[in-house]
DNA sequence: TCAGCTATGTTACTCTATAACCTTTCATCT
DNA sequence: AGATGAAAGGTTATAGAGTAACATAGCTGA
């Protein structure tokens, strides 16, 4: 059965936004940990869209945003804290991050990246990283993380925009 | 049923190098590509051991074993051709390059890596890249290469030695 | 021998990421 | 309120990864 992903298809992209701070204030304030206006802001600019983004580029973003200019390392600390509270993940085919729409949920990082539009779709397969952990099992490997990078094309940019009738409008 | 790696295992890695350089120049010979000496070389050091090297630790590695300096781009372009016949895999997560042991058949980058002693495990799980191609399918994703990086401690490192009575020697 | 292609050398540079150190902010305790 | 300690952010410099552009060498085939 197809389904063409969100990421893919033409929605209501402040909802993702909106959506996806709302549900980083509570799981930081559940957690204990400061979501800072600078944290804030950069989850807000790196869920502008559903394209993974470089961290430079978020530094230039910045400086446009609010003439506020921060060097490397301050995005990085940035990157970091989202990382470990699981709001966003890297891409280390890209060298880029992305918001996580599930943050509450631990998963693993699955990821469809089309290579023409440049969106990655997280995928929510619990039974794909259980086949990954049983196969790495049986080679007496002990999993803390997995990473699945799967680089293509994706539904509009491959011109499959029939499946479900909603892929491209 | 579980079985430890060869590469987790004591074994006589000479084979190893000695197997994987006869099979690439078979195989450059059989395309009709030229395996030059700086390739060969490069793919030759790769293969010390079954831990993923960087470029820059290539270079010096280059430097030290025939005072041949060469500079980034020559290592880069050994590696690109290097990738581009499937002789090595790209580890992303680690910006680093490791041999293939099974260049001539077609396959996807699957590995486990090692976060205690380095080393990366290649999977050869045919059904596992069928089930991502399936995954993707059902969303429309054209797939055109995969990336698995898993993580962990390896049966070594682990303790988990006793797995098949060959671990850990 | 010449022409053309492939491989390598060289210089300079871009992009990605971190180390080290300093200052500010904030929460908490008294 | 003021002191205090930890966490967050600012600043400078540098490390690490990768490429652009152009020059040279070496093979290959008319």
């Known amino acids: 059965m197809e389904h063409t992903p969100i990421a893919c298809s033409h ?19 559940g957690r204990g940990v400061r979501l800072t206006d600078l944290r804030l802001q950069v989850l ?5 869209n559903h394209k993974p983004l470089g961290a430079y580029t978020l530094m230039e973003m910045l400086a446009k945003a609010n003439t506020r200019r921060v060097a490397p390392p301050t ?20 060298n880029a991050f992305i918001g996580c729409p599930s943050p509450t949920t631990k998963h693993q990082s ?5 290579r023409a539009c440049g969106i990655a779709i997280e995928l929510d397969q619990p039974q794909l990283s259980q086949q990954i952990i049983g196969v ?4 007496g490997f002990q999993v803390e993380s997995q990473s699945l990078e799967v680089s293509g094309l994706c539904a509009n940019c491959a011109g499959n925009t029939e499946h479900d009738g909603h892929g491209h409008e």
């Open 11 to 29: 929605h209501d992209h402040n909802h993702c936004i909106s959506d996806a701070l709302e549900a980083a204030r509570q799981l930081c304030v």
């Open 44 to 48: 807000e600019l790196i869920w502008q």
């Open 75 to 94: 995005v990085y600390r940035a990157l970091d804290f989202l990382l470990e509270q699981g709001l966003i993940h890297r891409i280390n085919v890209l």
């Open 110 to 114: 699955h990821f469809l990246i089309c």
């Open 136 to 139: 790495a099992q049986d080679a």
